[in-house]
């Protein structure tokens, strides 16, 4: 049984000239313990889709299944992780950890432990009682990373969550998601990753959903099957990351490949 079933799903925004369609008839699956990466031009509605299958908005057309149950509000099995880091700037760190716990109800002993093991977990010890404006852009990351797995999610959704940092910062973190996701301990089951960036992608991802541009479909679903941890430097990384380039900017036609460091795709 797919964990996630996103089936034939459009999206269309009323605009002043009438409809305006961002995606038509995109379907996959996401089983247990995937880890599947999005990308595709911008604009073409990745972030869209990741509110989509959590259940912030609606699709026009198609549905969405959450262990065969379709999705028709919030799925609190599922947590986001943001860009722009999203936190409460008036709350600490062990506060904005606590927040989503304290909307579900939790009991004070029970939040109080949780908070402090994924402030553990995330590298945020001795910053319980900092304010976000007091961290840099990792450790505010990190917040938001503790944030949305404090709940522990069936499903981790993270919107180019290391697209606004530095490259030695993303590096890190990147591999701390990893280290985080493979401990089976510990949330989530599965996660889903928008990124501009196809070596990130390639890097992190066991899939990757490829989206044309709007009105956007699935140009292909790749398969990474290379072993971990991934050498960026090596052939087979490199074709991968030539090809995804491809199937984005001409369709599978030969192209150019991106610079080194996997920088964003160019605009469409």
Not at 108 to 126: A, M, N
Not at 172 to 179: F, I, M
Not at 243 to 248: G, P, R
Request: proline share 9%.
């Amino acid at each position: 049984m797919a964990l996630i079933q996103v089936d034939h799903v459009s999206k269309a925004f009323g605009g002043r000239h009438g409809s305006i369609s961002i995606m038509q008839d995109i379907s996959f699956d996401v089983a247990d313990s995937d880890f599947l990466a999005i990308v595709g031009p911008s604009g073409c509605g990745k972030s869209t889709l990741l509110r989509l299958i959590q259940g912030l908005d609606r699709p026009t057309d198609g549905r969405i299944l959450f262990r065969d149950q379709p999705v028709t509000s919030v799925c609190r099995q599922m947590a986001m992780v943001f860009q722009s880091f999203a936190l409460y700037p008036w709350l600490t760190v062990a506060q904005n950890v606590a927040f989503g716990l304290e909307a579900l109800g939790w009991e004070p002993d029970r939040i109080k432990t949780q908070i402090e093991q994924y402030i553990s977990v995330t590298g945020l010890d001795g910053f319980q009682e900092a304010y976000p404006r007091e961290l840099s852009g990792g450790m505010r990351q990190r917040v938001g990373l503790a944030r949305a797995l404090a709940v522990e999610p069936s499903v981790l959704l993270m919107d180019e969550p290391f697209s606004s940092l530095d490259p030695l910062t993303a590096e890190g973190l990147r591999e701390e998601v990893l280290q985080l996701w493979r401990d089976p301990d510990l949330p989530p089951d599965a996660v889903l990753l928008v990124s501009h960036n196809i070596e990130e992608a390639i890097q992190l991802a066991d899939r990757v959903i490829v989206l044309a541009r709007r009105p956007s479909h699935v140009l292909a679903d790749v398969r990474v099957d290379l072993p971990r941890p991934r050498d960026r430097k090596s052939s087979a990384f490199y074709d991968l990351t030539d090809k995804v380039y491809s199937l984005i900017t001409e369709g599978g036609a030969p192209t150019t490949p991106p610079p080194p460091g996997g920088g964003p795709l160019p605009p469409q």
